[in-house]
């Protein structure tokens, strides 16, 4: 049977199965014996991409949803320059210490959450005052300070030790081989927190995607809701970005295909394709990364490949239809 003469429920259970086939192959891919040693190495990552997935997906498409947009993702507000900025200042400020960089790694953790989250609520609180348009006005400010963040960036990096600036250039790819243990379980709670709140917004996000006006009409305060998940959005991608690094295509592709593979806009269901969605790319997309491509290059360089190729093309698709 062919996946769009499913159900919902069967299309869940298919991606499931889909995961745990990649998940068991990728755990047990050449381990030459050493089992003990691969599931380790192996199983960091898989709580990595699991994370990562579901806070990108569940972001993602909730963003969309507000901004009734399918081709925006947060990072319009300026999430992934602003992490490169404060990745480029710790460098150029602490210069080649490498153990205190390494040392102040939780430190630094909750440094990107903190600035990322309370940066775009300040821009929320004072941009959206009640008027529909100003959410238009919002993204433009994010892109304007994207820009920014992206100029001061590349400005400190020209000046920087060019020593210094070889160790940056490895902070500014997502890296899931060198996730922190110690932070997973702190990713946990927070990325926790976040879908919870975003499941139980799920029936109110259904009645926003009909429209702002009718949203209003069918009593739902549209203001103090959009208070309340650009907050979540902004926790998810602050965490996943400060645990892993960014990644800016992965919500784009992952909400774009969920969409066409479950032909809902119910989010529940989406929230849980999207996620699977999510991890199954991720996990495929680095055992290619390992195995094939024998660590060549990375899993964001595919990633921002095949993002941009699959960008490029929805906006022809778009065009024509």
């Known amino acids: ?121 300040l821009l929320f609180m004072l941009l959206m005052r009640g008027e529909r348009q100003d959410l238009y006005l919002l993204l433009m400010i994010g892109m304007v300070l994207g820009t920014l963040f992206n100029s001061a960036s590349t400005f400190l990096q020209v000046v920087m030790d060019p020593n210094e600036y070889d160790k940056l250039q490895g902070r500014l790819f997502a890296s899931f081989g060198n996730v922190n243990v110690s932070l997973l379980f702190v990713s946990f709670l927070l990325l926790g927190m976040v879908a919870v709140g975003l499941w139980r917004l799920a029936a109110k996000l259904d009645v926003l995607h009909l429209g702002y006006d009718q949203a209003v009409n069918l009593g739902i305060n549209v203001r103090r809701l959009r208070v309340l998940l650009f907050f979540l959005i902004s926790l998810g991608v602050a965490v996943s970005t400060a645990l892993v690094g960014p990644v800016t295509f992965l919500g784009f592709i992952v909400a774009n295909l969920t969409y066409q593979y479950m032909g809902t806009f119910r989010h529940r269901q989406l929230f849980l394709a999207g996620g699977l969605i999510s991890v199954f790319l991720l996990i495929f997309g680095q055992f290619l990364v390992e195995q094939v491509f024998h660590l060549n290059t990375t899993l964001s360089i595919v990633i921002e490949f095949v993002g941009g190729v699959y960008f490029i093309g929805k906006l022809l698709r778009e065009r024509r239809g």
Do not use: C
Request: aromatic share 12%; charged share 10%; hydrophobic share 55%.
């Open 1 to 121: 049977m062919r996946a769009k003469h499913l159900s919902p429920a069967g299309k869940i259970v298919l991606l499931l199965l889909m995961n745990a086939a990649v998940i068991l192959l990728f755990l047990t891919f050449q381990t030459y014996g050493n089992w003990e040693f691969a599931l380790e190495l192996r199983g960091r990552k898989i709580l990595a991409f699991m994370l990562v997935g579901a806070a990108t997906s569940f972001s993602t498409i909730t963003f969309q949803t507000v901004s009734h947009n399918h081709f925006l993702t947060p990072s319009i507000l300026g999430f992934d320059s602003l992490y490169v900025l404060i990745q480029t200042l710790l460098f150029f400020s602490l210069g080649t210490a490498p153990e205190a960089i390494t040392s102040a790694s939780p430190l630094l953790f909750f440094s990107n959450v903190v600035v990322m989250v309370a940066l775009s609520m």
